[in-house]
């Protein structure tokens, strides 16, 4: 078991929402797809490449606000599938939530970074750009942040209930629970909100919702197999946590 989850179930394991947990974990390792191989493989990380492929060894120049340009928002966009249902005009990168949300998780995963107003690849980036396997094990061991942190707790647990979740269903206020109980909180002592639950959820989906092809609507944001496959491996598989 990944030591975050450990985390997040030890404390409280005794408890109704720790063994919720323990069962949503369970049902996961039984239930969860295998991981993709071959062309699905390739397929499950297509969007992921299709981005570092653009951004190429070359780079691209960002806008003076470092946004990516419209002509560069436009490519990216063709090869998001959280884009298939977006009838908005595809100009500005920072009014394109998908494309937005998604160069910002290629960023936080350490694919591709900003540098002297342009957007280039990291050595994992180039590393991972022609090797779909190597690309999954990144967004495997990236998916969660690796800092015993409130964003790694609550993300292990948001993710946790979104792969085993029937449907796109998240109880964002039974999460708030769970890590209100687990001892995080706001100052003065104030519980973990839905809203807290939200913005971790929000930064989770940037990625799995590009994992895979498109599962659902714009109102029904379904995951697709592969990502729940994705969530399998990140929290079954132990990542040394850092601190």
């Known amino acids: 078991m990944d030591p975050r989850l450990a985390g997040a179930i030890?404390?409280?394991?005794?408890?109704?929402?720790g063994q919720d947990l323990m069962e949503r974990l369970r049902s996961l390792v039984e239930t969860a797809p295998a991981s993709p191989t071959g062309e699905h493989l390739a397929e499950a990380v297509a969007a992921y490449r299709h981005l570092l492929d653009h951004v190429g060894d070359q780079g691209l120049p960002l806008t003076s606000a470092n946004y990516l340009k419209p002509a560069d928002v436009r490519v990216v966009a063709e090869g998001l599938p959280s884009m298939t249902e977006w009838i908005f005009p595809i100009t500005r990168e920072v009014n394109v939530h998908p494309v937005h949300g998604f160069r910002v998780s290629a960023e936080r995963l350490g694919l591709i970074r900003r540098r002297q107003g342009s957007l280039t690849l990291t050595r994992a980036g180039r590393s991972a750009r022609s090797d779909p396997r190597a690309l999954w094990e990144h967004l495997?061991?990236?998916?969660?942040?690796?800092?015993?942190?409130?964003?790694?707790?609550?993300?292990?647990?948001?993710?946790?209930?979104?792969?085993?979740a029937p449907g796109?269903?998240?109880?964002t206020q039974d999460i708030a629970h769970t890590l209100t109980s687990l001892g995080w909180s706001h100052a003065g002592g104030h519980p973990v909100l839905k809203d807290d639950v939200i913005a971790v959820r929000n930064v989770l989906w940037d990625c799995i919702g590009n994992i895979g092809a498109w599962a659902g609507t714009t109102w029904d944001q379904r995951l697709s197999r592969e990502a729940v496959a994705l969530i399998r491996d990140a929290l079954v598989t132990q990542v040394p946590l850092e601190g």
């Open 140 to 164: 495997r061991q990236r998916l969660l942040p690796s800092t015993p942190t409130f964003d790694a707790t609550a993300g292990t647990i948001v993710a946790l209930h979104q792969a085993t």
């Open 10 to 17: 030890g404390p409280i394991a005794a408890e109704p929402a």
């Open 168 to 171: 796109s269903t998240l109880d």
